[in-house]
């Protein structure tokens, strides 16, 4: 039977040798505000966006906030609703300097750090959690609408949807470690769905061919992989 930690383990065989753009060696302040920026856009117009506020050497909190609501929201254009996105920037920089710096708030336990996020004009639980997450290395599992997608068409999921609903799915889902491996390994879990998302199963026409899961997928005319002399595989042939 198809288990979460079995699927986790096909995206890791599939996707773990690619990029992610929040692994690690990524400076924390840029990845909160990559986090705010990739709200309701690609993350291409993101890098769009960073690259001009690394140009203008704004990639830190104090020179951040001593641009003009003019400026800021000039250099933030490319990521779209480029004035609401800098007020929520101001916003999160309110959110540092309450906390006596970046350093410090992202040193506070996760729960905490998550609590004053929401209470963070513009930020919600999926900002909150990437935050935590890729900026703070402390546990927060990420789920979104790329989780839902890839668990809904293996047959799999909370029996409510919402964000909290499919993180404690998730969570539960996977077996219980330490809080240091659960940081990273909540890291991974989010950043192998995406790429599996954004690689093979997409919204449209995925990639079902060169998916190791296709196997158990409930995607009724979801293409399989073709064998090397032609035809294709029956979903038996094939197990994850
Ligand atoms: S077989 Fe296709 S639809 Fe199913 S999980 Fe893989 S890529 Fe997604």
Redesign the pocket.
């Given at each position: 039977m198809l288990t979460v930690p079995g699927v986790i383990a096909a995206l890791e065989a599939m996707h773990g040798h690619r990029e992610w753009h929040w692994w690690p060696e990524k400076p924390p302040f840029e990845v909160c505000v990559g986090a705010i920026l990739v709200q309701n856009t690609a993350w291409t117009n993101v890098e769009r966006a960073l690259e001009r506020l690394r140009d203008a050497r704004a990639l830190d909190p104090a020179r951040m906030a001593a641009l003009s609501d003019a400026e800021l929201e000039s250099l933030v254009r490319p990521s779209g609703q480029y004035r609401q996105k800098a007020r929520k920037l101001r916003a999160f920089l309110a959110t540092c300097a309450g906390a006596g710096g970046l350093d410090r708030l992202l040193a506070l336990p996760a729960a905490e750090l998550r609590s004053r996020l929401l209470q963070t004009w513009g930020i919600g639980p999926e900002t909150a959690d990437c935050i935590v997450c890729y900026a703070g290395r402390q546990p927060a599992l990420v789920v979104d609408t790329y989780t839902a997608?890839?668990f809904r068409?293996?047959g799999m999921g909370p029996a409510a949807e919402g964000y909290s609903a499919w993180q404690e799915w998730l969570v539960s889902s996977l077996p219980a470690v330490t809080d240091e491996r659960a940081a990273e390994r909540y890291a991974r879990v989010h950043a192998l769905v995406v790429l599996?998302a954004k690689h093979?199963?997409?919204k449209r026409n995925?990639?079902?061919g060169?998916?190791?899961?296709?196997?158990?997928?409930?995607?009724p005319d979801?293409?399989?992989p073709r064998l090397e002399t032609g035809g294709r595989v029956s979903r038996t042939e094939q197990t994850v």
């Open positions: 997608r890839l068409r293996l599996h093979l199963c997409r995925p990639r079902c060169a998916c190791l899961l296709w196997g158990a997928c409930t995607v979801a293409p399989g």
